[in-house]
C-alpha cells in the first residue's frame, strides 16, 4: 500500500470517527483537506477553492476545477472545451470571465468566512457519505462531484442566475502562469524614475544594489516584490500596475518564493 493509499484510508478512518461525534476527528479532515485553523495555513483543496473564489486563480491541469467553471457556463462549445485536459486561449478566456464574475458575487464576504463555507461544506459531506463498495473511499466522493455540486448549492443565493448572466465588463488578455514573463527599461523608468533612491527601486530592481538571493531574480520577479512586499500592494493593484491578471501575479509570487528557498539552500561561496 503507497503513501496515498494510506492516507485515503486513515481519511476514511476520521470521516466514521466523525460519523460518530468526534470533533478531534472532524478538525484532522479539514487538515487532510488543506487548512489548519491554528495557523491559519491554506493549501492542497481547500486552499485551491478559496484562491479560486477569492483571486480568480485558475489551474487548467485540474480536471476538478475546470468542471466546477463548467456548471456555470451556458456556451456548448465553452462547455466542451472545458472537458479535455489542454484548452485554447478563447476557452481559457471565457472560463476567466465567468470566474471573475463568481469572484464579483463573493466581494462581500471575508477570506474567514469563504475558509469557514469551506470547512462546513467538507464536514457536512463527511456526515452524508456512506461507504459504498471496497474501491470507494471519502476522497473521491468528493473530488468526483459531491464538494462541486455542494459548494454551487451552498451559494445559491449569489450565483442563482450565473449561468446566463453577461453582465460584466470584459476581461483584459493576460499570460498564462507557466508563461515566461520580460519587460523593458523604458517601462521601469516610467514606474520608478522617481523612487531609485528607495531601498527596493529602481536600481534594486534592476539588480544593481540587489544581494543574494534577490540578484538571482529576473527583472519582473524583483519588481513584483517591490511593489507587494515592499509597497503593500494588493495582487489586483501589482496586476493593474504591471498589465497582467491578477492570478499570474498571484502565480508568480508563488513561484518566487519556491526559487527564493531553493536558492537559499545552495548560497554562494564567498
Given at each position: 500500500?503507497?503513501?496515498?493509499?494510506?492516507?485515503y484510508?486513515?481519511?476514511?478512518?476520521?470521516?466514521?470517527?466523525?460519523?460518530?461525534?468526534?470533533s478531534?476527528?472532524?478538525?484532522?479532515?479539514i487538515?487532510s483537506?488543506?487548512y489548519?485553523?491554528?495557523?491559519k495555513?491554506?493549501?492542497?483543496?481547500?486552499?485551491k477553492?478559496?484562491?479560486?473564489?477569492?483571486?480568480?486563480?485558475?489551474?487548467?491541469?485540474?480536471?476538478?476545477?475546470?468542471l466546477?467553471?463548467?456548471?456555470?457556463?451556458?456556451?456548448?462549445a465553452?462547455?466542451?472545451?472545458?472537458?479535455p485536459?489542454?484548452?485554447?486561449?478563447d476557452?481559457?478566456?471565457?472560463?476567466?470571465?465567468?470566474?471573475?464574475?463568481?469572484?464579483?458575487?463573493?466581494?462581500?464576504?471575508?477570506?474567514?468566512?469563504?475558509?469557514?463555507?469551506?470547512?462546513?461544506?467538507?464536514?457536512?459531506?463527511?456526515?452524508?457519505?456512506?461507504?459504498?463498495?471496497?474501491k470507494k473511499?471519502?476522497?473521491?466522493?468528493v473530488y468526483?462531484?459531491?464538494?462541486?455540486?455542494?459548494?454551487?448549492?451552498?451559494?445559491?443565493y449569489?450565483?442563482?442566475?450565473?449561468?446566463?448572466?453577461?453582465?460584466?465588463?470584459?476581461?483584459?488578455d493576460?499570460?498564462?502562469?507557466?508563461?515566461?514573463?520580460?519587460?523593458?527599461d523604458?517601462w521601469?523608468?516610467d514606474?520608478?524614475?522617481?523612487?531609485?533612491?528607495?531601498?527596493?527601486?529602481?536600481?534594486?530592481?534592476?539588480g544593481?544594489?540587489?544581494?543574494f538571493p534577490f540578484?538571482?531574480?529576473?527583472?519582473?520577479?524583483?519588481?513584483?516584490?517591490?511593489?507587494?512586499?515592499?509597497?503593500g500592494?494588493?495582487?489586483?493593484?501589482v496586476?493593474?500596475?504591471?498589465?497582467?491578471?491578477?492570478?499570474t501575479i498571484?502565480?508568480?509570487?508563488?513561484?518566487?518564493?519556491?526559487?527564493?528557498q531553493?536558492?537559499?539552500?545552495k548560497?554562494?561561496?564567498?
Open positions: 500500500m503507497d503513501d496515498k493509499e494510506l492516507q484510508q486513515r481519511i476514511e478512518e476520521l470521516v466514521f470517527e466523525y460519523q460518530a461525534g468526534s478531534k476527528a472532524g478538525l484532522e479532515i487538515q483537506f488543506g489548519d485553523p491554528a495557523t495555513e491554506l493549501s492542497r483543496y481547500i486552499g477553492y478559496f484562491n479560486l473564489l477569492r483571486y480568480g486563480v485558475i489551474n487548467f491541469k485540474d480536471k476538478d476545477t475546470r466546477f467553471i463548467r456548471m456555470f457556463v451556458s456556451e456548448q465553452v462547455r466542451d472545451g472545458l472537458i485536459f489542454y484548452q485554447y486561449a476557452i481559457k478566456k471565457a472560463a476567466r470571465k465567468k470566474v471573475q464574475m463568481i469572484n464579483f458575487r463573493l466581494r462581500h464576504l471575508t477570506d474567514e468566512e469563504i475558509i469557514n463555507d469551506l470547512c462546513y461544506i467538507l464536514l457536512k459531506l463527511a456526515k452524508r457519505y456512506k461507504k459504498k463498495g471496497s473511499n471519502f476522497c473521491g466522493f468526483n462531484k459531491s464538494f462541486r455540486g455542494e459548494l454551487k448549492t451552498h451559494y445559491k449569489l450565483f442563482e442566475d450565473l449561468l446566463y448572466s453577461k453582465d460584466i465588463e470584459p476581461l483584459e493576460f499570460i498564462d502562469e507557466d508563461s515566461e514573463i520580460t519587460i523593458d523604458k521601469y523608468l514606474l520608478y524614475f522617481e523612487k531609485e533612491t528607495q531601498e527596493l527601486g529602481f536600481n534594486w530592481i534592476l544593481r544594489t540587489a544581494t540578484n538571482q531574480l529576473t527583472r519582473f520577479e524583483r519588481t513584483l516584490i517591490s511593489l507587494y512586499d515592499h509597497k500592494m494588493t495582487y489586483e493593484e496586476g493593474a500596475q504591471m498589465g497582467y491578471h491578477r492570478d498571484w502565480s508568480k509570487r508563488k513561484q518566487i518564493k519556491n526559487k527564493i531553493e536558492l537559499l539552500k548560497p554562494p561561496c564567498d
